[in-house]
């Protein structure tokens, strides 16, 4: 029996280091700042319904916090507690933040349904201003977050919820401006319905991703039966079992597996294994485990779990 270990990954932490660490604080201290002159703006004005923006900007703050708390926990390297890294834990500020987003899809649908019931008194130009305003710094925001929210799930979570506040400024001013001049209450409720199918829609995704990867599923595009098919149909190889594949993060996809080689030859071992590694690249698979083996399966094989048999 001989054991082949391939190791080709990258350790780099998703959204551009440092400098994306220094873009989300900036995007913290820019919802921060808004959440204050929003409270101050409604406790002058008496409007409850700036001081309930403020609370759902300062949610968004606690977004981009979380993801940056993440990132930074996620750049720890591996040590004896910790031994693949820490590296998951953006994962989990996605899962924080994806969760939210729900919860907020949920909360939005029961606001649209007592709107529907019983319509508030209509929000004054000066509301449809502020919510201009903050639209302003939700696009900000967006701009300093959307280029790693392409590679980051953690990163993403919080830049949807910002998305969401974006839509809804521009549903405050949208269904504002037809309430006033044309007394059409319904449109609120529809642009509230909509939001909230948008941030739940991402919600779950994000949701189902994120836990796919924390419970070391297999990716998405790689179909383990017919990856072992074209494990036995290299060259030499006779058989493959125990086959596990999973993802690390985002950006790693690992193997484990038992190749069973025809005969007992070092050359031929170092052959089938650098073929093997060839297969699991093309499925994007940049770390392997592989244990070689000869001859019938062992013993211990036919034990515990064997994926993808005959």
């Not at 750049?75 to 910790?82: L, M």
């Not at 019938?296 to 994926?307: D, F, K, N, Y």
Request: aromatic share 6%; glycine share 10%; charged share 15%.
């Amino acid at each position: 029996m001989v054991h082949h270990h391939h190791h080709h990954h990258d350790h780099g932490v998703s959204g551009e280091g440092t400098g994306g660490d220094r873009r989300l604080l900036w995007a913290v201290g820019v919802n921060t700042l808004l959440t204050v002159a929003q409270v101050v703006g409604g406790v002058l004005s008496g409007s409850l319904s700036l001081v309930a923006d403020a609370l759902h900007n300062l949610g968004d703050a606690a977004a981009l916090l979380i993801a940056w708390v993440a990132r930074r926990i996620g750049r720890r390297p591996a040590d004896s507690a910790q031994t693949f890294g820490y590296r998951r834990a953006e994962l989990v500020g996605a899962l924080i933040n994806a969760t939210t987003l729900n919860v907020v899809g949920v909360y939005l649908i029961y606001e649209a349904l007592v709107r529907a019931i019983d319509p508030p008194p209509v929000a004054g130009w000066t509301v449809i201003a502020v919510a201009g305003v903050a639209l302003v710094v939700d696009l900000i925001t967006a701009a300093l977050t959307w280029r790693m929210a392409r590679g980051s799930l953690n990163v993403r979570a919080a830049f949807v919820h910002n998305l969401t506040d974006a839509l809804g400024s521009v549903a405050v001013i949208v269904a504002g401006v037809l309430i006033i001049r044309y007394q059409w209450y319904l449109a609120d409720v529809i642009a509230t319905l909509l939001i909230a199918g948008y941030a739940i829609y991402h919600g779950i995704g994000i949701t189902r991703q994120a836990s796919r990867i924390l419970t070391l599923g297999v990716p998405h595009d790689v179909h383990v039966p017919s990856l072992a098919e074209a494990l036995r149909a290299v060259d030499g190889v006779s058989d493959v079992h125990h086959l596990h594949v999973w993802e690390l993060d985002e950006s790693q996809r690992s193997f484990e597996g038992h190749v069973v080689i025809e005969r007992p030859d070092a050359a031929l071992a170092e052959r089938v294994k650098g073929l093997v590694r060839g297969v699991l690249e093309r499925h994007g698979i940049s770390h392997s485990t592989i244990e070689c083996e000869y001859g019938q399966i062992r013993e211990g094989c036919q034990q515990g779990e064997v994926v993808a048999p005959h």
